[in-house]
């Protein structure tokens, strides 16, 4: 049986954590966990944790002097006086199950999140289907070069921190809110941005209009004191945001309150001046690909504009930002191929990442993608949007689905999904067995991007 975020309520939880110094993490190599774990162990609180294998995040917590167990077992949480967990663990976990027979305090990891920002004034949260890790990464380079020394969390390594968080000293904490399971309705931002509400998850939300009304409740969060900043080019967001407070939009309309003037692209780069309702704040010149990125940092530039930071540092913070981790994150070159690594699992994200490699490419060589589905649910539902993204790429190879928290009960695999793109496609499943047919196929002046929420990455070790 699946578990479902913890309910504590933030005055609740505060109360408890103040008497709390030892903590088990159930799943704590994941990137959100390593990230609380490592925020807590540098608070001063006794950190210790789990994971189902041993993963770069598990050395580094072991590193900082974080106890981590290869397993789970009921006797791990022997000690702890709270256990954190993540929604990837089931509730017949045994550590779980003995935390909840012993009486322990058994906070999910949104809610903790959500108690670690509260003292923080100024809180921006960043939702939305797709952009999210790169608007939060972006935002808080912006808000450093301000010297505003914010903490942050995000769902992907930013570069500037070589890690998925910073603990600064100032008043701002920056966060992406992920909509899973309505995890980001534990969160209280102070300004909620939403920039965009593409229907995803389909194993926790049973429509689009399920997933609008989530989108919508996390709007509310700020109440009349707070602000909202909504994607205009969406639909959906729009329609999410329709009873928000204090509600102002970016995108790239001249009806957006904050959009782009004399918007023209260099090899994919966009340059453009940012208008906000207040003028024209100068020009960024962005050294990320894509449309968008044009729209994400619109988002980036609207919301510290909105929170009081000032134009040099926006307009800095626009033109050096070098992306967030596996956003079509540049990995070198093999016998001059050139090799991209991309986070896409959404069909939307798919098209965007391949549209955009289209772009770095120019006219010569050729576009091989190498797809990695993500859950079972996921490709069931998206399938036939997924397959005709693919065909965006020249030549596809695709690997065995991902199963993250699921197991195959939908008839999907990675096969189907290549017989469904047709010639240009093929199935290989195995990482090491697609690097080798790779190595076969591609020459000098072609690309490769590859594109996954999984594992997938794990290729570019093939290419060393």
Not at 26 to 40: N, P, R, Y
Not at 259 to 276: N, S, W
Request: with cysteine.
């Amino acid at each position: 049986m699946a578990t479902e975020n913890s309910h504590w309520g933030q005055a609740r939880l505060s109360a408890l954590m103040a008497c709390v110094r030892r903590l088990f993490f159930i799943g704590i190599g994941g990137i959100h966990m390593t990230t609380l774990a490592l925020m807590a162990h540098w608070r001063g609180l006794s950190v210790s944790g789990s994971d189902r294998a041993e993963s770069e995040n598990v050395a580094r917590l072991r590193r900082a002097g974080i106890p981590v167990f290869i397993g789970h077992d009921a006797a791990h949480v022997a000690g702890a006086e709270a256990v954190i967990y993540t929604l990837a663990v089931d509730a017949d976990n045994p550590e779980y199950a003995a935390a909840a027979a012993a009486g322990l305090p058994l906070v999910s990891r949104a809610e903790y999140l959500g108690y670690l920002m509260s003292p923080y004034p100024n809180r921006i949260g960043v939702a939305g289907s797709h952009g999210k890790s790169t608007v939060t990464a972006w935002l808080t380079d912006i808000f450093h070069l301000a010297h505003r020394s914010p903490t942050a969390v995000c769902g992907a390594v930013m570069r500037r921190y070589r890690a998925a968080f910073t603990l600064g000293t100032g008043r701002d904490f920056i966060f992406e809110a992920c909509e899973y399971k309505r995890s980001f309705l534990a969160f209280r931002p102070t300004l909620a941005v939403l920039l965009n509400a593409a229907y995803d998850h389909v194993d926790a939300y049973r429509d689009p209009a399920s997933l609008c009304d989530a989108f919508a409740r996390f709007l509310s969060l700020p109440g009349e004191s707070g602000r909202v900043l909504v994607g205009a080019d969406d639909p959906s967001a729009l329609e999410a945001a329709e009873t928000a407070c204090n509600a102002v939009t970016f995108g790239l309309s001249k009806t957006a309150d904050y959009h782009p003037l004399d918007l023209t692209f260099d090899r994919g780069m966009g340059r453009f001046l940012v208008a906000t309702p207040a003028g024209v704040l100068g020009r960024a010149t962005l050294i990320v690909p894509g449309v968008h990125n044009v729209k994400n940092a619109l988002a980036a530039a609207a919301a510290a504009h909105l929170c009081g930071v000032d134009a040099s540092a926006i307009l800095g913070g626009l033109s050096c930002f070098g992306g967030a981790a596996r956003r079509m994150e540049y990995r070198g070159e093999w016998r001059g191929v050139r090799l991209y690594d991309d986070y896409a699992h959404h069909p939307d994200e798919i098209a965007a990442a391949l549209s955009t490699a289209r772009l770095l490419l120019g006219g010569a060589g050729r576009l091989f993608a190498v797809f990695q589905s993500h859950t079972y649910s996921r490709t069931a539902a998206f399938f036939d949007p997924i397959t005709g993204a693919l065909r965006l790429s020249d030549r596809v190879f695709v690997a065995d689905i991902y199963p993250a928290r699921e197991t195959e009960t939908l008839g999907m695999s990675g096969a189907l999904l290549a017989d469904s793109v047709g010639e240009k496609a093929a199935y290989v499943g195995d990482i090491p067995a697609i690097a080798e047919a790779l190595k076969s196929e591609l020459r000098p002046g072609d690309l490769l991007l590859v594109m996954g929420a999984g594992d997938i990455d794990r290729i570019f070790a093939e290419f060393a």
